[in-house]
């Protein structure tokens, strides 16, 4: 920004009196500093302007935006974090003691840098802390084991023999109610399987398509 385009038809004095003479009076520095004019450019411009050349500005450096922090993606609210070994001093700068390190907590608040976790209501460096990796509980399978009602009884085991006769549980009765039926919660392998029974509890039961039985 030129002198010019600031001031109008202001007059400039002491460069005037320095450069041209005429006058002895003091320019308002302080208000030229507030408007971007360094005495520099006022003289260039005032020389200028008296030669009748154009008045060239110079260009305002352009604004470089300060760049947000690099927080990782797996930093947020309700993630489950430790607190890192090497970690020295909250972000408060107390120190950290060493009980708090290596234990797990929630987050419950998110800045750029740092992180507010439950349990101890704290601010941790996101550096101090690890994010816990969460284990992907398989789906419980929506097959059913069906007994069908030409079996008057059913051997079942208990969970922690081998199902074969010598350890039979108890029996249940297909035939009395129609054919059974039974969620399976839990594939043992060679066509066998856990269950939940209304009398005997969870229990192991033996079903191949060899016994009559069907898994669908």
Sequence with gaps: MS?????GNKKFINVV???????????????????GVSMTQLKKDLKAKY???????????????????NVPSNIVVGAKVKVLPSAKKYATGQAIPAFIKGSQYTIL??????VRLSGINSWVYNRDVEVMKTTVVPPVTSKKVYLPA???????????????????????KPAKFGGLSYTILKKRGSDVYEIQTSQFGRVQIYASLATGATIK
């Design 3 to 7: 002198f010019v385009s600031i001031v």
């Design 17 to 35: 009196s320095d450069q041209l003479g005429g006058t002895n009076h003091q320019d308002p520095i302080a208000w030229l500093k507030q408007n």
């Design 51 to 69: 030669r009748g050349d154009t008045i060239v500005s110079p260009s305002t450096p352009p604004v470089t935006e300060t760049p947000k922090p």
């Design 109 to 114: 608040q998110t800045k750029a840098d740092r």
């Design 150 to 172: 030409t079996a008057s009884t059913w051997r079942i085991y208990g969970l922690t023999v081998s199902p074969v006769k010598a350890n039979t549980k108890a029996f249940l």
